[in-house]
């Protein structure tokens, strides 16, 4: 039920924000999560956003999915 | 970037005694499974799969209340997915919408809140299962169906929080854990300092992970290092998701709507503390209340071992059912079923048949 990777924020309609997983819409409810804003990462769960990604974090998440053993 | 191998390899050398992490995530459960992680580990170091499957630990009782309440026509049963299959007593939820039952498979808690505007005649009953991560998502719903006055909402409440599980399991004693891989998204509505209490009341290292295989992997070298340096500290590998704090507009929802209360794990027990029950003020939409359901004691397959497997005291090879009688078409208990369960992601990824 988790989405761990991060969503983008590309559209903002009060609590409701149209996210875009690699190039995938779809809409999410930002009720759990501290002043969204247009092109926010968010992380999904259930339906919601529950945390905002910093870009850095994102980039740290690029770098650690490039691991290999 | 590589994977921290060597580091473990070294810091495994160091040991005076075999350790065993414990996960207690499904989505941790189903990674480590997926990229082959027990095998790239050292003999002297295992990791064993606790309770971090929602529907896996969901008493069967509250399976048959759910099935009983679906049979009702003016009822209609909202769930996710994960809960369709598991095996009741006589039936599943799947079974009983193949046979007309309201059952619908919902994404989010606000789905099913759509659901019961959109049918005011009926009562949608939502099934509200999970741990704290999912908890604010659904709190949410509750505050929002009394902002509207909604009539016909109600939630079927077995929510659990994690940390009083992994307290339950190391006071059992019945496994040996020396350490914890403590789950990154319930971290990310609980914050990091959650697991404080377990270090100081046990001596056992918590870290906080993410769910690539570097991070799991990365865990485990960071417990290795606590134990061999004596350590019990929680440190926060996943730190790009995960604060010290955790979310607070979550964590005042789940105040405001939730209160704690003893819960029945499957395979485990009443564990004191670790349920969140709907306050008084929201009754109205609390489906065990509102709806009178009743719980009754849940008839399940005596041979199935998931409550041992969800303690970490047996992998899902020792069941004599596994890939046998019971497999992802044909579960028998809902390890099987879920997508976070440990008979699945052993299934799916290791398949061999019990021996
Ligand atoms: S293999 Fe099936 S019967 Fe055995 S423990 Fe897992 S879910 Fe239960």
Redesign the pocket.
């Known amino acids: 039920m988790c989405l761990a990777v991060p969503a983008r924020i590309v559209e903002l309609r009060e609590t409701t924000a149209t996210i875009s997983v690699d190039g995938a819409l779809r809409d999410v409810d930002v009720s759990l999560i501290e002043e969204p804003r247009l092109g926010d990462y968010v992380l999904i769960h259930a339906g919601f956003a529950i945390h905002k990604w910093e870009q850095s974090e994102v980039e740290e998440l690029e770098e650690i999915r490039s691991a290999t053993a | 970037m590589k994977l921290p191998l060597q580091e473990i390899a070294g810091l495994a050398q160091r040991l005076t005694r075999p350790v065993q992490f414990m996960e207690v995530c499904g989505t941790h459960t189903m990674a480590a499974y997926r990229s082959g992680l027990h095998q790239l580990l050292p003999p002297n170091v295992r990791l064993l799969s606790g309770p971090g499957c929602p529907v896996c630990v969901t008493d069967p009782s509250y399976i048959d209340a759910a099935i009983e309440l679906a049979g009702h026509p003016d009822i209609i049963v909202a769930t996710f997915g994960d809960l369709l299959r598991v095996p009741g007593s006589d039936s599943s939820l799947e079974q009983e919408r193949a046979a007309g039952a309201n059952v619908r498979i919902v994404y989010s808690p606000s789905d099913a809140l759509v659901l019961a505007r959109e049918c005011p005649s009926k009562k949608v009953v939502f099934l509200g299962v999970g741990f704290e991560t999912t908890a604010p998502t659904v709190a949410w719903a509750i505050s929002q169906a009394a902002l509207d006055d909604r009539k016909n909402f109600f939630v079927l409440c077995a929510h659990k929080t994690m940390p009083q599980a992994m307290d339950a399991l190391l006071h059992g004693q019945a496994v040996k854990i020396d350490g914890f891989i403590c789950p990154g998204h319930v971290s990310v509505i609980t914050g990091a300092q959650m697991y404080r209490f377990i270090c100081e009341r046990y001596r056992i290292p918590c870290v906080v992970t993410g769910f690539e295989p570097w991070d799991i992997l990365s865990a485990i070298k960071m417990l290795l290092r606590q134990v061999v340096e004596g350590r019990a500290e929680v440190e926060n590998e996943y730190s790009r998701s995960v604060s010290e704090a955790g979310n607070p507009v979550a964590q005042r929802l789940m105040a405001q709507v939730f209160e704690p209360c003893d819960v029945v794990w499957r395979g485990i027990g009443t564990i004191p503390g670790s349920g969140l029950r709907i306050r008084k003020e929201y009754a109205r939409f609390d489906a065990a209340v509102a709806l009178d359901v009743t719980f009754v004691e849940a008839r399940v ?1 005596p ?4 409550g041992t ?1 969800m303690r970490g005291m047996a992998t ?1 090879f020792d ?1 004599r ?2 890939g046998r009688a ?1 497999s992802p078409s044909h ?6 079923v879920s997508s976070e ?1 440990v ?1 699945a992601a052993c299934f799916k990824y290791e398949k061999r048949a019990a021996a």
Do not use: A, D
């Open positions: 397959n041979s199935c071992l998931c497997v899902p069941c059912l596994f019971c579960p028998i208990g809902p390890c099987m369960g008979c």
